[in-house]
């Protein structure tokens, strides 16, 4: 059964009722961790202390690219986090580390064939316009056309491969004995026929995210686990774990205690 965008927003909005608190701390954790990360990027290569030097910029591309790829696997802990939410089971700051026992080069790899991808998608575009820019052969306005073209149809065309390459991550985190391009092609065909419902759900949130932006980016926080929640579902509901019972509940009793007197 395919949920509408409007009955996965409704899930995740039930059950993040009382645990916004958790998700909004671990959002700010991820975060700062990312910040003085970036922070410690700009301190190391000296990019503001040699402005007219490019060899700092390359160096402070590279590290940002190396580190990024290791933030993404906090990333991955923190939609681990929400996996257990969604799915009714134990969910704690634990979850955020939970990538990093299991595979994290796995985790790496997905997200660096997916900036791959996008670089690749893009690559053409930038070309057409560096020659443009540099060439000097007096048809710069045509060449400036010609790659504002190519730029447009590449994040298209990125968008339409970063909708059917968007489940590798839960797919690890359901098996991280998984294979990476094994989750890659199982999120193609998880998403075919989808692409278009997930491409909707995540445009009905560009309201939301704006409300957000107007109160400096702290709405943000608690828009980010609304969208995080409804894209678990989303999960749930295309693998068809949505449609099976739901587990049973154990209620596991303390003995009682005896005591000697």
Request: glycine share 6%.
């Amino acid at each position: 059964m395919k949920r509408t965008s409007a009955q996965l927003k409704q899930m995740a909005k039930d059950r993040l009722l009382g645990n916004y608190g958790m998700c909004i701390a671990l959002s700010i954790i991820v975060s700062v961790i990312s910040s003085a990360v970036m922070f410690l990027c700009e301190f190391a290569t000296g990019i503001y202390r040699y402005p007219m030097s490019p060899a700092p910029y390359i160096l402070y591309f590279v590290l940002v690219i190396i580190l990024s790829l290791l933030i993404s696997v906090f990333s991955a802990g923190l939609t681990y986090y929400y996996m257990n939410l969604c799915r009714g089971r134990k969910a704690d700051i634990g979850n955020l580390l939970f990538a990093f026992k299991h595979h994290p080069d796995k985790f790496i790899l997905v997200s660096l064939l997916l900036f791959l991808i996008t670089f690749l998608c893009l690559v053409p575009g930038y070309v057409v316009l560096f020659i443009g820019i540099f060439t000097r052969t007096g048809s710069e306005l045509l060449m400036a056309f010609i790659a504002i073209v190519l730029l447009i149809a590449g994040v298209v065309f990125d968008y339409i491969l970063m909708l059917m390459f968007s489940q590798p991550y839960y797919i690890l985190l359901d098996d991280p004995t998984k294979g990476v391009i094994q989750s890659m092609k199982e999120s193609a065909q998880l998403m075919r026929g989808n692409k278009g419902r997930f491409f909707y759900i995540n445009l009905s949130f560009i309201g939301w995210m704006l409300l957000g932006a107007l109160s400096f980016g702290i709405g943000m926080l608690w828009v980010s686990a609304y969208l995080s929640a409804t894209q678990v579902y989303f999960y749930l509901d295309i693998t068809g774990e949505l449609d099976r019972p739901a587990e049973p509940v154990i209620d596991v009793q303390p003995e009682p205690q005896q005591y000697m007197y």
